[in-house]
């Protein structure tokens, strides 16, 4: 039972573009959700969270936006830069599971000059 | 300052044998929690420990089990491994335990069972 769904395994973006990643999710009672970025013989580092009492973050270049009503989340990176070439995981939680992270399977962003 | 650190970083087991794997978290952190990541599947929870007590549990057999130590380090036991069980073992630590805790994850333990 997947409950957290990167439907998009790889994505191929131009740099200076804006790079787009969705997430989906099933359980409606996650309520905070998380990015994580991998680069390859590294672990996972964390990027962005939103909780569910807002609909959209911001960091930097990093934006997640949060629909409820869907159950979608997205990741928007703008400008997108070479360094942002990494394997992306949403992540989501709910109250009761304290740090149990529910991880989607990741989608690869490659940041093309 | 050093990050979370995991050994071995390799390991090569065979059906029916036992495995441990180390942490360290960063110094202060008291948290530290153990995930699996398959190949081209995401990271799934199996433990988390907090003050060397077991806070949650994921969906794994008996056969995964952990303890953490009174410097905080842990440590993950795999017994009777099966070829499923190859796979990257993540462990990461946090200061607290509470789910808005950033976890700071190490690079992982990679088991290959033969």
């Known amino acids: 039972d997947q409950q957290v769904k990167q439907n998009s395994p790889s994505l191929s973006v131009q740099e200076g573009r804006i790079s787009i990643l969705n997430c989906d999710y099933t359980?409606?009672?996650?309520?905070?959700f998380l990015w994580y970025k991998k680069y390859p013989a590294e672990g996972p580092t964390f990027l962005i969270s939103?909780?569910?009492?807002?609909d959209k973050n911001e960091d930097g270049r990093f934006t997640v936006f949060l629909n409820k009503s869907a159950k979608h989340l997205s990741l928007h990176i703008v400008p997108s830069q070479p360094g942002d070439s990494a394997v992306y995981f949403c992540?989501?939680?709910?109250?009761?599971?304290?740090?149990?992270?529910?991880f989607g399977q990741g989608t690869r962003l490659t940041i093309n000059p | 300052d050093a990050g979370v650190t995991q050994s071995p970083t390799h390991l090569i087991k065979t059906r029916g044998q036992q495995v441990t794997l180390r942490c360290s978290p960063i110094?202060?952190?008291?948290?530290v929690s153990w995930y699996q990541q398959v190949l081209g599947q995401g990271p799934q929870f199996i433990f988390q420990?907090?003050?060397?007590?077991?806070?949650g549990r994921g969906n794994f057999p008996d056969r995964f089990s952990a303890r953490q130590f009174p410097n905080y380090s842990s440590e993950l036991n795999v017994n009777a491994l099966l070829l499923g069980d190859s796979a990257l073992y993540l462990c990461?630590?946090?200061f607290g335990m509470g789910r808005r805790e950033k976890l700071f994850f190490g690079s992982g333990t990679q088991l290959s069972v033969l």
């Open positions: 990461a630590s946090s």
């Open positions: 359980n409606s009672m996650f309520d905070y």
């Open positions: 939103i909780s569910s009492i807002k």
């Open positions: 992540a989501a939680s709910t109250v009761q599971g304290a740090q149990k992270l529910v």
């Open positions: 110094s202060g952190h008291k948290s």
């Open positions: 420990y907090y003050e060397k007590e077991e806070r």
